[in-house]
């Protein structure tokens, strides 16, 4: 079985994933006028924008719901494994992922919003699954994507999460892994329970302190080595268009294998033209669709521009990656060779409140995928709950190259589907976003949507 998933994995990260994300992202720039240059001062602005309505959630929760599930091992081990596997180059990369996937954070967030649909209890729900239902046609699209979703972050990034957390426990504390992976199912089925709402509410305290707290600390460990700063940045270019070699000759890599892993990797980080997080933005009470879309592309910016880059610079300034380590180890020696023993208390925190919020959402973006198979089963969503968090106590155990080999499969199925819901829809994107910006050229400070009038007028 992993034989067949490691070769379709070459397959579809090898061209296909990646030209279909960044072409699809090219052409979103063009045809929106690149608002992630356009908008790039009104996105932080919008994060903070208040609800349109009662019910739901507000633009600054989802956002910060989102960068919970942004915002996670993916920023830690995810860069790591990626130069590890990719070289310095892979950064560079990474970038361009980001780039190039704001303009899709804009498409998911105004279609999350368009097609989303009113639940019982004052929230909405909404998502890829739906819009390829009621935009696309294609349900049978729908349909895949939702089965990939529960699958994927539901249940499989549960593992990755979970193996990362433990192994940073490891290198702290003498503690079996299951009891690590008991603590974390304990504290995150305790939160899911809640819903949305109250998940909503979690990130929004935590998301912003952890944030703050690694840049400082990353921060702090390039300033110890500011003298390799402009050596490092220019290793990243460099090594994106010509085969390098890291840790002393010892390891080659090819613009291939920086490409690959570069894009896979920036895609697990900030989830941009993948579609998962689009079911956290359809939760947002906002007065325009638009408006959420133009946000969205913040938590890009921050996840992988600024999060992702500290990680990078952390890594190749203090030159940790001669140790031959990956993953969690890897950001661990780079930390503590400025730090000391801090490093790895640090790493093992940032990686406990990163995981653990993502855990949160990924249960939810199953949930949500889930109800829309299975409308009205409520105890389906029940018994799933319990199920994705029983995960953590797997992925504790769990070898960490066949965890990423499944979540790499599970990403590309998403973000096939995902994208031709993207490219199927653009006009009806173009259209949202140019009503909104026409609002604002006549002056309407707070532009709003006729949310009675059908979405595909």
């Given at each position: 079985?992993m034989?067949?998933?490691?070769?379709?994995?070459?397959i579809?990260?090898?061209?296909?994933?990646?030209a279909?994300?960044?072409?699809?992202?090219?052409?979103?720039?063009?045809?929106?006028?690149?608002?992630?240059?356009?908008?790039?001062?009104?996105?932080?602005?919008l994060?903070m924008?208040?609800?349109?309505?009662?019910g739901?959630?507000?633009?600054?929760?989802?956002?910060?719901?989102?960068?919970?599930?942004?915002?996670?091992?993916?920023n830690?081990?995810?860069?790591?494994?990626?130069?590890?596997?990719?070289?310095?180059?892979?950064?560079?990369?990474?970038?361009?992922?980001?780039i190039l996937g704001?303009?899709?954070?804009?498409?998911?967030?105004?279609?999350?919003?368009?097609?989303?649909v009113?639940?019982?209890?004052?929230?909405?729900?909404?998502g890829?699954?739906?819009?390829?239902?009621?935009?696309?046609?294609?349900?049978?699209l729908?349909?895949?994507?939702?089965?990939?979703?529960?699958?994927?972050p539901?249940?499989?990034?549960m593992?990755?999460?979970?193996?990362?957390?433990?192994?940073?426990?490891?290198q702290v504390?003498?503690?079996?892994?299951?009891?690590?992976?008991?603590a974390?199912?304990?504290?995150?089925?305790?939160?899911?329970?809640?819903g949305?709402?109250?998940?909503?509410?979690?990130?929004?305290?935590?998301?912003?302190?952890?944030?703050?707290?690694y840049?400082?600390?990353?921060?702090?460990?390039?300033?110890?080595n500011?003298?390799?700063?402009?050596?490092?940045?220019g290793?990243?270019?460099?090594?994106?268009?010509?085969?390098s070699?890291?840790?002393?000759?010892a390891?080659?890599?090819t613009?291939?294998?920086?490409?690959?892993?570069?894009?896979a990797?920036?895609?697990?980080?900030n989830e941009?033209g993948?579609?998962?997080v689009?079911?956290?933005?359809a939760?947002?009470?906002?007065?325009?669709p638009a408006?959420?879309?133009?946000?969205a592309?913040?938590t890009?910016?921050?996840?992988t521009?600024?999060?992702?880059?500290?990680?990078?610079?952390?890594?190749?300034?203090?030159?940790?990656?001669e140790?031959?380590?990956?993953?969690?180890?890897?950001?661990?020696?780079?930390?503590?060779?400025?730090?000391g023993?801090f490093?790895?208390?640090?790493?093992?925190?940032?990686?406990?409140?990163?995981?653990?919020?993502?855990?949160?959402?990924?249960?939810?973006?199953?949930?949500v995928?889930?109800?829309?198979?299975f409308?009205?089963?409520?105890?389906?969503?029940?018994?799933?709950?319990?199920?994705?968090c029983?995960?953590?106590?797997?992925?504790?155990?769990?070898?960490?190259?066949?965890?990423?080999?499944l979540?790499?499969?599970t990403?590309?199925?998403?973000?096939?589907?995902?994208?031709?819901?993207?490219?199927?829809?653009?006009?009806?994107?173009?259209?949202?976003?140019?009503?909104?910006?026409?609002?604002?050229?006549n002056?309407?400070?707070?532009?709003?949507?006729?949310?009675n009038?059908?979405?595909l007028?």
């Amino acid at each position: 079985m992993m034989s067949f998933i490691r070769a379709a994995n070459n397959i579809f990260w090898g061209w296909l994933i990646a030209a279909l994300l960044l072409g699809t992202g090219i052409y979103y720039s063009i045809r929106l006028g690149f608002p992630q240059v356009k908008h790039f001062k009104r996105m932080f602005k919008l994060m903070m924008a208040e609800s349109g309505e009662k019910g739901g959630i507000s633009s600054f929760q989802s956002l910060c719901t989102a960068l919970g599930g942004q915002v996670g091992s993916g920023n830690i081990v995810g860069v790591a494994t990626a130069i590890a596997s990719g070289g310095y180059g892979a950064v560079f990369w990474m970038w361009v992922t980001a780039i190039l996937g704001m303009p899709l954070m804009v498409g998911e967030g105004i279609l999350a919003q368009v097609f989303r649909v009113k639940r019982e209890d004052g929230t909405y729900t909404g998502g890829p699954a739906y819009y390829l239902e009621k935009g696309v046609k294609q349900k049978w699209l729908a349909v895949m994507f939702a089965i990939s979703i529960i699958f994927g972050p539901g249940l499989v990034n549960m593992t990755v999460h979970s193996n990362s957390i433990t192994t940073s426990c490891i290198q702290v504390f003498s503690i079996p892994p299951m009891v690590v992976g008991i603590a974390l199912f304990l504290l995150t089925a305790a939160v899911v329970i809640g819903g949305i709402k109250r998940i909503a509410e979690v990130a929004s305290y935590v998301v912003p302190f952890m944030a703050i707290g690694y840049l400082l600390i990353a921060g702090y460990t390039v300033a110890a080595n500011i003298s390799l700063f402009p050596k490092a940045i220019g290793l990243i270019i460099k090594s994106a268009f010509s085969s390098s070699a890291v840790a002393g000759g010892a390891m080659g890599f090819t613009v291939k294998q920086a490409f690959r892993y570069g894009v896979a990797r920036g895609l697990f980080s900030n989830e941009a033209g993948q579609g998962t997080v689009a079911n956290v933005y359809a939760t947002a009470s906002v007065k325009h669709p638009a408006q959420q879309g133009i946000a969205a592309m913040v938590t890009v910016f921050i996840d992988t521009i600024i999060i992702c880059t500290a990680t990078a610079l952390m890594i190749i300034t203090t030159g940790a990656i001669e140790s031959g380590t990956t993953g969690a180890a890897l950001v661990q020696i780079a930390t503590t060779s400025v730090t000391g023993n801090f490093g790895h208390i640090f790493i093992l925190l940032s990686l406990l409140f990163f995981g653990w919020t993502t855990m949160l959402v990924c249960v939810y973006m199953g949930e949500v995928n889930l109800e829309w198979l299975f409308p009205n089963n409520k105890w389906i969503i029940k018994v799933f709950r319990l199920v994705s968090c029983s995960m953590l106590i797997v992925g504790s155990v769990l070898t960490v190259p066949t965890v990423w080999e499944l979540l790499d499969f599970t990403n590309a199925l998403m973000t096939f589907c995902n994208t031709i819901a993207l490219l199927c829809l653009v006009n009806l994107v173009a259209k949202t976003l140019k009503d909104y910006e026409e609002q604002l050229k006549n002056g309407v400070e707070i532009p709003a949507w006729d949310w009675n009038k059908s979405s595909l007028d």
